[in-house]
């Protein structure tokens, strides 16, 4: 079996590692580029770059646009998902109030939930991983660039699918979790559940295919040197939530589909009277749900783990504790989706060992914070306007934490679940979880996309609005939850006092509604008139600081070697890279596993439109389904042709790349 | 142009027929009332004096809306329709998921054989059921048959499974008493 | 001001590798897990209806047969075995024996395929019946469109190594194709033992 | 648990004087589970407590430490890099962890205290009611070992002070969840599947709960009552129930019995002691003696009885109760029976 091992020895790299903790150097110097680089350059612009108008951009599989188009049409979804939110608390903020119908509100409600959950959450966290872990890994693409472009149109297909129906009075009204029997056959007439049993298809689809990539880029993409201890903790976190979507996504993409096979073909999976159960449902999408708000919070985690080092000049304290308090989170979020169901006739039994896990998935996040915190005190800790939202994270998911944990007891929940104190705990967790790191994020990494700062006074405008209204709209809801108010009322009478807290927390949504706006100022005001940032303006630890900002579309002309855990910081006077990576051709280094050691060279695909129309056929496929079961058959034919186009070899492209090998290496 | 122009026009149309079809599968109408009234009923028997007039075949103002219909299945069994129907199968009532219609197939000559009674044991829910709930057991009723959208038509109920539900059923064209198709 | 300092050159590394070494056997990895937990979830509904049945499988319906399933099972094991001559054909480079292998087993899938519509019919049960039937039905159907994905693109990679643009990488991608065939091929016969024979037994 | 019970009560007086400045802000009012009138909802609001002061505790902590660092922080001028500062912070690592590990063990032994708790309390001949859930509305059913003496009733559950009741509920058609905050947690109600639960109301009172579980388009009116009164008034209400509908006393009422049997109301409805038999709806055979109509949605006052006959969609919309077009003659014939049937 040795025959295809590399002809040429493994490299001796002269690369020695540098003392564990750099010092964060007081001003960033950029590499100055040579004449050679220079012509290497304009190679590489040609060989990796799209191609022009709107044909090249339907074609491209470059991650970086990709993952740009992903995390916009996320933030589209993100202000849809909030407009909904303002319907329902414009409906909710007096007693009686006939702003919007039951029905209406039945399915602005499910359309909030599903909306921030499937498509804004997920795919806002995985969209950010797709353009930062390449590069901070030191590749020059994903692993799978064209799987890259099929995940994100199939995304925007099932977006677009489930608003048009929207549009069309066609849009989900069960809840985001659609409990059978109400979403079954017979008690949700017409096609508004299917559009969201199909949308969870799609989603699905999408979120696995970004999580195979990731996996595949860090376990084969590293840089030369970058060794599993050296790998920074947003790349540990965006593994483990990748992994967490392999294991998790399949349960409610198969239970979706039997949900959507007793609704159009008649079987009985949640029909009771014939042997079928509805608590099978709730079984199979909470093993899912569960997890799934962990693969919302733990990139949340990883985000925090790479903005605090570089506004406290020193490395995370404690990275091993930390890893493994990723992998515990990972590993735990699987142990305790029942605490989704105490209230249901399920044995007592089973629910305290539910109740232990649940309560001690808070001891891994619990370190992690102390950490941070530890690392704060021992930093030079400089407040620019990420950091303010990583200190708002702070005081907002802690507070969601230990609500979290209440929750957790089965006699408690007994009494919250279900009720308006769960609906503030799980806002608070995803808020303070996920969507301040989420902004720490976009404020911390703008340059890098834009080239351009986000401007730190509308930053801190966006922060302070953010905080105060998440706290007066949600904290009301836990006083609200205990004094009976349900989840999904569309009106509460009078007599149940519950008016005077629900314009409270009314007007904290209005608040909340202003503070992105503010946002949405910044951003699009940055873009053209924000003061121009450098290769690494906050002076951060990482690879994806090394490149230009907007980085190019060959994203690094050298792959860096990597001799630390914050390589910027341990550069010194000279960047060491290693050459001999073709120009011509999209070339890319595949390293081993635990050590990052060169390998092989591996040509990623050249641009293609058949992701787009691998895409578009399972779009067929499946939307097709919801009206007849033939739909699938029709579809799949459709989807092999695409599938066989997308991956024949392309003879020219072939050619072009076999003229260039030598016999030994090819 | 021209032909482009004519391409465009039928876009749009089977578009808006697309979006119309599913406002109205999907339209709640709590509190509607069905327009019209039901009293000028279509004749029973096609037998009429003087020069004969075509008799359009008319709709059933629930045909196209799903939760009417799946209304109308709820009323089939809380009304007991199913003692003498069976599920369609017929029993000591005749079978509604044939295609033979002794008074008639028309959703008005539908209508008036539930409100007015018929011989043979079945009873005037006329004064018992509101219009509203008549009508929705037309739409239910004519789905048996396979007479309505296939996606209007009510899938399979949280009970004992009694054979492909109405949405699987086949289409089947009317025939009255002499046996002549009726459309 | 900062310069580079190449330290290496990578342009004589080879570029392909078998084996765990290239990216597409772990993205295969990635795509069994996923395939696998939704067999499992398959399977864990089969069981969790089980237990709203005092007999499994529901009086009226019939036991599932055992002939033709347990012929398709046999020779799904035997595919294993078959398919180990692709692999190790790929891995000496030797593009007849990969070609004439790879035709054999569209053969045999093709021949799998069809006995797979029989094993349907085994089931004895329609998918509409109840809660047994759908879930039987579901478990082999999922199992199915695996087969069919498999049997296609080893037809596929059999063009390609017969007609098409070949290079020497794709004797990796033809192994991963294996390594594909080997989990679906083996995955089935814990599903054959649970849908056609635990029911003889329940 | 003899022991346990003694540290019980004074624990609990420490935890509502700790919380006494929070708990001001809330209004312990009907419907609210900080305002327990029965031993398990009592249990589990101690059970709140205690979580709330140990969260408040553990947030304000976390804060005052977050502070300090970033106090702290900001005083330095450089990074601190040496082996001390990495002691001291592996220090407060390890202790912040292990109260971590402590306070959630606390919060574990505790919801297990409480769960022992809750199953502890007495269940001997307990009344036992039937309640099934239907699209928006509650079906109660007094069960009782002689057929004769069942109660049949909607919405409103009359029981006995200080003594328990155990909760039956099943549902025909979606999931549902009976929830009685001052009283005890809630229970779903899921098709093929039977519950059960028990209750004991100490204090007298009208105890309101709303379904807690999506149940469809009008999943916020569908609202249960429990009545607690003392056990002399619970019988006489019982007794009351039994009797079958009070026949008509007066030509008002008599036309109005009449309007009823010929209208479409007796498909769905029931009146002892009339030839109206239907059960897809509420039984009527005592609705004046209710307090609220249509679950909880309107109080049971002529005027909202007449409203919601003639046009039950615009207080409800997507009940399947039809709406009915009658002269006003017939109405106010029908209203006045119906309020008759005490």
Not at chain 1, 164 to 178: E, H, I, K, R, Y
Not at chain 1, 414 to 426: G, I, K, P, S
Not at chain 2, 11 to 24: F, I, Q, R, Y
């Amino acid at each position: 079996m040795t025959v295809a091992r590399g002809v040429a020895p493994l490299l001796p790299l002269e690369v020695e590692t540098v003392r564990p903790d750099p010092v964060a150097p007081q001003v960033w110097e950029e590499v100055e580029l040579t004449d050679a680089d220079q012509e290497l350059r304009k190679e590489l612009l040609d060989t990796w770059g799209d191609n022009p108008g709107l044909w090249g951009w339907l074609r491209s599989t470059s991650h970086l646009s990709i993952a740009k188009r992903y995390i916009i049409t996320a933030f589209l979804f993100f202000g849809l998902g909030g407009l909904e939110a303002g319907l329902i608390r414009l409906q909710l903020s007096q007693p009686e109030n006939s702003f919007i119908g039951p029905d209406r509100y039945n399915q602005i409600f499910t359309m909030h939930g599903t909306t921030m959950m499937f498509l804004f959450a997920v795919p806002v966290m995985v969209a950010l991983a797709l353009y930062l872990v390449p590069m901070m890994v030191g590749a020059r693409d994903v692993a799978f660039p064209r799987l890259n472009a099929y995940g994100y149109w199939v995304y925007l297909i099932g977006g677009l699918f489930v608003y048009v129906q929207f549009l069309l009075n066609t849009a989900p009204d069960a809840g985001w979790f659609s409990y059978v029997p109400l979403a079954g056959p017979e008690f949700s007439p017409g096609k508004r559940v299917d559009t969201w049993a199909q949308l969870i298809t799609f989603t699905e689809i999408a979120a696995l295919v970004a999580a195979t990539e990731i996996i595949v880029t860090v376990f084969k993409h590293r840089a030369p040197g970058m060794s599993l201890n050296r790998i920074p903790l947003y790349v540990w976190a965006m593994v483990v939530t990748s992994f967490m979507i392999i294991f998790a996504m399949p349960s409610v993409a198969t239970g979706s589909q039997f949900l959507a096979a007793d609704r159009l073909i008649d079987t009985h999976f949640f029909n009771h009277a014939e042997g079928g159960d509805s608590l099978l449902w709730q079984h199979l999408f909470w093993f899912f749900g569960h997890p799934e708000v962990y693969i919302i919070f733990v990139p949340g985690l990883g985000i925090i783990s790479a903005i605090v080092p570089a506004f406290t000049r020193r490395p995370v304290f404690g990275y091993p504790v930390m890893v493994l308090a990723l992998v515990t989170t990972g590993f735990m979020s699987f142990g305790l989706w029942v605490h989704h169901m105490f209230t249901t006739p399920i044995p007592q039994l089973g629910q305290s060992f539910f109740t232990a896990a649940s309560t001690m998935i808070a001891i891994p996040t619990g370190v992690q914070i102390f950490c941070w915190i530890a690392t704060i005190w021992a930093g030079r800790t400089r407040f620019a306007t990420p950091m303010l939202f990583v200190i708002g994270f702070f005081v907002v998911f802690i507070i969601g934490g230990v609500t979290g944990v209440m929750v957790a007891s089965v006699a408690f929940d007994q009494q919250a679940h279900d009720t308006y104190f769960v609906v503030a705990h799980l806002h608070y967790v995803l808020l303070g979880g996920a969507v301040f790191p989420l902004l720490a994020g976009v404020y911390y990494w703008f340059p890098k996309f834009t080239g351009r700062m986000l401007s730190e006074r509308l930053g801190k405008w966006n922060f302070w609005l953010l905080i105060i209204g998440v706290n007066v709209a949600f904290f009301p809801m836990h006083i609200l939850g205990l004094e009976g108010m349900t989840r999904r009322i569309y009106t509460y009478l009078p007599e149940t006092g519950w008016g005077p807290l629900n314009a409270v927390s009314s007007a904290g949504a209005v608040i909340i509604v202003v503070g992105m706006v503010v946002f949405a100022i910044n951003f699009f005001w940055s873009l053209r008139r924000g003061k121009t940032a450098g290769e690494n303006p906050w002076g951060g630890e990482t690879l994806e600081w090394a490149t230009s900002s907007p980085p190019e579309s060959y994203v690094f002309m050298y792959l860096p070697v990597v001799k630390s855990r914050a390589p910027l910081w341990s550069e010194g006077s000279e960047r060491v890279v290693v050459g001999g990576l073709r120009s011509d051709v999209r070339d890319t280094l595949t390293t081993t596993l635990m050590d990052a050691e060169p390998d092989h060279r591996q040509s990623s695909p050249a641009p293609s439109i058949w992701p787009l129309m691998a895409a578009v056929a399972t779009g067929v496929m499946f939307i097709s389904a919801v009206f007849t079961p033939w739909g699938l058959v029709v579809g799949s034919v459709l989807l092999f042709f695409a599938l066989f186009f997308w991956g024949w070899p392309d003879k020219a492209d072939q050619a072009k790349r076999l003229a260039g090998e030598s016999e030994a290496t090819a | 142009m021209k032909r482009a122009g004519v391409r465009a026009v039928v876009a749009a149309g089977v578009a808006g027929a697309l979006v119309l079809s599913s406002c109205e599968r999907e339209n709640r109408g709590y509190g509607e009332e069905p327009a019209g009234n039901p009293a000028d009923a279509a004749s029973l028997t096609p037998l009429q004096p003087g020069p004969t007039i075509r008799v359009t075949a008319g709709r059933g103002p629930y045909d196209e809306n799903a939760y009417k219909v799946n209304e109308g299945k709820f009323l089939y069994s809380a009304m007991n329709c199913v003692g003498c129907h069976a599920n369609g199968g017929g029993g000591m009532g005749p079978a509604l998921m044939d295609e033979n219609w002794i008074y008639g197939s028309d959703p008005r000559q539908i209508f008036s054989s539930i409100a007015q009674g018929r011989p043979n044991g079945m009873p005037a829910w006329g004064t018992r059921l509101s219009n509203d709930q008549i009508w929705r057991l037309v739409g239910y009723v004519r789905s048996m048959s396979g007479q309505l959208r296939k996606d209007v038509a009510p899938t399979r109920s949280d009970d004992m499974f009694y054979g492909p539900s109405e949405q699987r059923a086949k289409e089947l064209t009317p025939k009255n008493a002499t046996g002549a198709t009726e459309r | 001001m900062k310069r580079f300092r190449i330290a290496g050159d990578v342009s004589a590394l080879p570029t392909y590798a078998f084996g765990n070494r290239n990216i597409h056997w772990w993205g295969t990895l990635m795509f069994m897990t996923i395939e696998g937990m939704t067999i499992a979830v398959c399977a864990a509904a089969y069981l969790y209806v089980r237990k709203n049945f005092e007999a499994w499988p529901p009086p009226p319906t019939p036991l599932p047969d055992l002939v033709i399933p347990t012929i398709a099972a046999v020779l799904m094991v035997l595919s294993i075995a078959m398919m180990t001559r692709v692999h190790v054909a790929t891995r000496k480079m030797d593009l007849r024996g990969v070609q004439r292998w790879l035709v054999i087993m569209v053969i045999v899938g093709i021949v799998l395929v069809a006995l797979r519509w029989f094993e349907f019919k085994a089931l004895n049960t329609r998918w509409d019946s109840n809660a047994y039937g759908s879930t039987a039905w579901a478990t082999v159907a999922f199992h199915s469109t695996l087969l069919l994905f498999e049997v296609v693109e080893t037809a596929v990679f059999a063009a390609l190594m017969l007609f098409g643009p070949r290079e020497k990488k794709h004797f990796t991608d033809v192994e991963d194709d294996a390594v594909y065939w080997y989990f679906m091929a083996a995955i089935w016969v814990p599903l054959y033992v649970l849908v056609y024979v635990s029911p003889h037994f329940a | 648990m003899r022991q346990s019970s003694r540290l019980w009560p004074s624990f609990r007086r420490t935890v509502i004087a700790l919380t006494a400045l929070l708990g001001a802000c809330i209004v312990p009012g009907n419907e609210s589970a900080f305002n327990p009138a029965g031993p398990q909802a009592g249990r589990i609001s101690t059970l709140w407590w205690f979580m709330l002061a140990a969260a408040t505790a553990v947030w304000v902590v976390v804060m005052v430490f977050l502070a300090w660092a970033v106090r702290r922080s900001r005083q330095r001028d450089q990074a601190l890099r040496e082996p001390a500062g990495d002691a001291s912070m592996q220090r407060g690592v390890v202790v912040g962890g292990a109260l971590t590990v402590l306070i959630l063990t606390a919060f574990l032994i505790a919801d297990i205290a409480t769960g022992r708790a809750l199953g502890a309390l007495p269940r001997k001949n307990a009344l036992r009611v039937e309640v099934i859930g239907h699209q928006w509305w509650w079906e109660v059913n007094y069960i009782d070992p002689t057929p004769g003496r069942i109660v049949t009733t909607a919405n409103e559950i009359h029981i006995p002070v200080g003594e328990p009741v155990q909760i039956i509920g099943s549902s025909p058609d979606v999931i549902h969840s009976f929830w009685i905050p001052n009283l005890h947690g809630k229970k779903d109600l899921v098709p093929g599947h039977t519950t059960s639960t028990w209750l004991r109301a100490d204090k007298p009172g009208v105890y309101r709960g709303q379904c807690a579980e999506f149940c469809g388009a009008q999943h916020s009116k569908m609202t249960a009552l429990v009545i607690a009164e003392p056990r002399p008034q619970f019988d006489a209400w019982y007794n009351a129930q039994l009797a079958s509908a009070r026949p008509p006393s007066n030509p008002v009422t008599a036309r109005g019995q009449d309007v009823f049997l010929k209208s479409s109301c007796v498909v769905c409805h029931t009146i002892s002691g009339t030839l109206a038999a239907g059960t897809l709806g509420p039984t009527l055979s005592h609705v004046g003696s209710r307090l609220t109509l249509a679950s909880g949605s309107l109080p049971n006052t002529p005027g909202n009885l007449a409203a919601w006959i003639v046009d039950p969609q615009r207080i409800k919309p997507g009940t399947r109760m039809p709406s009915s077009n009658m002269n006003q003659a017939d109405l106010q014939a029908l209203v006045t029976y119906l309020e008759s049937l005490k």
